[in-house]
Structures are given as structure tokens and as C-alpha cells.
């Protein structure tokens, strides 16, 4: 591997480096036949009642065979989590992890609505959501076709995929998703709590496995 590939990786902040790692050593195993794609979708019989609980993991892990797809979006997934990580979550990555288990469990719970079998796109779309929020003055480029202020990015992304793919479920509900979070999180205990919640702080032993200062 390159050096500079090895130095842009060991620049890349621990959660979003961690779940790139597991994104693409999940996706090898399977284009390697070590496992399919159906032992790793999610629903609730076969996760819960049929006692296959690693899907309720592997499910926001898999994005797809090895394809110029699966580096698309698994490059907007490092890209913007990475840009959260580092602005509004730099020294806090136990809250970022905690922010994306709550927003993991929040998909498992919607998704027989949006009939999602896989979660890993709802999931990377949530920190595209909440960095947007962060930024609504913020103009971004949509692939160099039109310039949006930022709240719009995730809207205009949902409507290129449908244009492009025909499929807008799965972006929908990471907006949806994203939305909820964002809400507790810099809206409701803003206002409630002054900006300091329990759902929006991660639990103490998360926040020492991190070396995080205590909130």
C-alpha cells in the first residue's frame, strides 16, 4: 500500500476509521465467498428469533459488493463523518459513537416501514444530515450540477439517487433518522437542559475507554 494511502488512513479520526475499516473487510469477505450477503441483512425473526443477533450489526457494515458503487458512497461516508468527527465531536468521539448507536437503533426500529433490509446508507447519510444542520449557511456543490445551502444537501442527494438509481427509501430515512438525532441534540437540550443531555452524552464507561474528559 502506497504511503500516502497509509498516512491518509492514520489521519482519519478513530470512529469514522474504525467503521471504514469494517465497511471494507466486511464487503472482502464477501466478494471473497467466506460469507454471503444474506447472512448479513436484518430482520427481526431471523436477528432475534431466529438467534442470528450479529446482523443487527453487520447490517449498517455491508454496503454492497466491490464496485464503483460500493467507493462511492462508502467515500461520502468517510468524507462527512470524518468533517463531523473532526469539527463539532474533536476530543468528544465517545458522544460521536453514541450518537451513531442511537441513531443505529433509531434505523432498526423504522426499518420494516421502509422495508431496509440493509442499513448502511441510512446510517452514513446521518452525519451528512447533522453536519448540514450544523451549517445552514454553508453552500455546497452537488456534484458540480447545482449549489445548495447545506440544510438542503441530503434532500438534493435523496433526489439524485431516485433520478439515478430509482431508490430514495433508504436515504429518506437516514434523513429522517438524522433529523431526530440532530433535534435532541443541539435544538431540545439546548433548550430544555441548556445543552447538556443524557441521551446526547455517552455513557461514563464509553466516554473512559475513549480517554474522553468527563462531561
Known amino acids: 500500500m502506497p504511503v500516502g494511502i497509509e498516512a491518509w488512513i492514520a489521519e482519519i479520526p478513530p470512529v469514522t476509521r474504525a467503521w471504514l475499516a469494517l465497511s471494507v473487510t466486511i464487503s472482502i469477505v464477501v466478494q471473497c465467498q467466506f460469507v454471503t450477503s444474506l447472512q448479513l ?38 468524507r462527512y463523518s470524518r468533517i463531523l468527527e473532526e469539527s463539532s465531536f474533536a476530543n468528544k468521539q465517545a458522544d460521536y459513537l453514541w450518537l451513531l448507536l442511537q441513531s443505529a437503533v433509531l434505523l432498526l426500529v423504522v426499518s420494516p416501514l421502509f422495508s431496509l433490509p ?7 447519510f446521518v452525519p451528512i444530515y447533522v453536519w448540514a444542520r450544523q451549517h445552514p449557511s454553508t453552500q455546497v456543490s452537488v456534484f458540480g450540477l447545482a449549489t445548495v ?34 433535534f435532541l441534540k443541539d435544538v431540545w437540550s439546548r ?8 441521551y446526547t452524552n455517552a455513557p461514563a464507561p464509553m466516554r473512559r475507554w475513549f480517554g474522553q474528559a468527563e462531561a
Open 41 to 78: 441483512y436484518f430482520s427481526f425473526r431471523s436477528a432475534f428469533l431466529n438467534l442470528q443477533p450479529w446482523r443487527a450489526v453487520t447490517t449498517f457494515l455491508y454496503f454492497g459488493p466491490m464496485s464503483r458503487d460500493f467507493l462511492f458512497h462508502l467515500f461520502f461516508t468517510v
Open 118 to 124: 440493509y442499513l448502511s446508507h441510512p446510517l452514513a
Open 149 to 182: 445551502t447545506a440544510p438542503y444537501f441530503p434532500f438534493a442527494l435523496v433526489l439524485f439517487s431516485w433520478i439515478t438509481n430509482g431508490t430514495w427509501r433508504a436515504d429518506l430515512a437516514g434523513c429522517i433518522v438524522g433529523h431526530v438525532v440532530w
Open 191 to 198: 433548550e430544555a437542559f441548556g445543552g447538556i443531555g443524557w
